[in-house]
């Protein structure tokens, strides 16, 4: 499945991303904000891309690697995790590479995602976790309708201490 605007596209993890995604994923500065906590290995990347079922239903996420429109180079990731079709709703996670970004990259991405989310998974509701005072992050979410929905104390282990960290939530639509 391929996602796009006129600066972006969205496309499933390829062999030709393992070395991409393994900078991505091993780059410590994103870690405070994941659930990495040791390097993944290029082996390991590559039995991702090839034995991922992308089954919604068993894993409950779904992985886009955002590709410049212009050009098809990678420039981040855009995931839905702890997808829950009882509920209807999934957290939110964008990854640009520091290189792209301020590109609006991830505006498109945004957007990209959430019409896939509600379209495709019928959800009725996104929310993003950040560090409290990403103001960068939470910027983006807010233009986008996204609200402030509580703040988690202490939360994330940042840096040798506890961060706090912020929810934004959104609703794509009205309940059927």
Sequence with gaps: MILRD?????RSPEPQDVDFLYNLENNTDLWAVSTNMEPYS?????????????DLFTYHQVRFVICRATDNVPVGTADLTDI????????????ILDKFRGNGFSASALKLLEDYAQKNLQLNSLHAIMLADNSICANLF????????????EWIWNSGHYSDANIYQKILKKNI
Excluded: C, W
């Design 6 to 10: 006129n600066r972006i596209f969205m």
């Design 42 to 54: 290029k082996t390991q990347i590559e039995t991702y891309i090839k034995e991922n079922p992308h």
């Design 84 to 95: 829950d079709f009882m509920h209807r709703r999934a957290e939110i996670g964008l990854a």
């Design 142 to 153: 807010i233009s986008h309708g996204y609200v402030l929905s509580g703040t988690l104390k």
